[in-house]
């Protein structure tokens, strides 16, 4: 279904339940699709939509704190936050930041994007996608960032992401930089280890007995303590 198909003239996004199985109860043959300004009213309804979509455990819950999260997204004006409807059901969220450019259209950071569990692989995705991009310019810059391990990577560029490799994704942390450092001290000598191995092995023809083990006890204790 392409974008001239997905919506009517007046903006209105439309998708018929006979492309699509097991929808639940809230779709009938023609549903109704929109985008709606999220107000502190909505925080219980999205915290049951993240919930949801994001599997979060009550042992992660706890540390959420989900009005003071949607706060500036609610209330500042580069900030936006988009509660998603199918009828008259609220089934996705939508976070973004709009950031200005000097030369050209403003970039927009999608910050969240996510619909509940029970309405996911239905096109409701899709069509809350395409009613955002409907806000902005045509020539926007519209971001965000996933994991290519996820589904939704593949996902997201099926709606017309790029996965540029040239623009890389750097974090400023004090505690994540140590942890990055021990990380990559641990690779070191994983691969110094691995090299050492094949190199032993391959004088494991030539050597045997204990003057084969000795050498090789010796090279890796000097590997880990250096």
Not at 79 to 96: D, R
Not at 151 to 167: H, L, N, R, S, T
Request: one cysteine or more; a negative charge.
């Amino acid at each position: 279904m392409n974008v001239s198909e997905l919506f009517d003239g007046r903006g209105i996004c439309k998708e018929n339940d006979s492309d699509i199985s097991c929808r639940p109860p809230v779709c009938s043959e023609m549903t109704e699709y929109r985008l709606e300004e999220i107000t502190e009213k909505d925080i219980d309804r999205f915290k049951e939509i993240y919930i949801s979509a994001f599997s979060v455990s009550d042992e992660h819950l706890k540390f959420y704190d989900f009005e003071k999260y949607l706060q500036p997204f609610i209330y500042d004006k580069d900030k936006h936050a988009l509660m998603f409807y199918s009828g008259e059901t609220a089934v996705g969220v939508i976070l973004a930041i709009e950031k200005p450019s000097l030369s050209a259209e403003p970039s927009v950071y999608i910050e969240l994007c996510a619909v509940e569990a029970l309405y996911q692989r239905q096109g409701h995705g899709t069509a809350m996608l395409n009613m955002f991009f409907e806000k902005f310019h045509k020539n926007a810059f519209i971001t965000l960032e996933t994991y290519k391990s996820r589904p939704a990577y593949d996902w997201y560029q099926k709606m017309g992401f790029v996965d540029d490799d040239e623009i890389r994704y750097l974090v400023h942390n004090l505690a994540l930089s140590l942890i990055w450092n021990d990380l990559q001290k641990l690779r070191k000598r994983n691969s110094e280890l691995t090299e050492m191995k094949n190199m032993l092995e391959n004088k494991a023809a030539q050597n045997s007995g204990e003057k084969l083990a000795d050498m090789i006890e010796n090279k890796i204790h000097e590997i880990m303590i250096s």
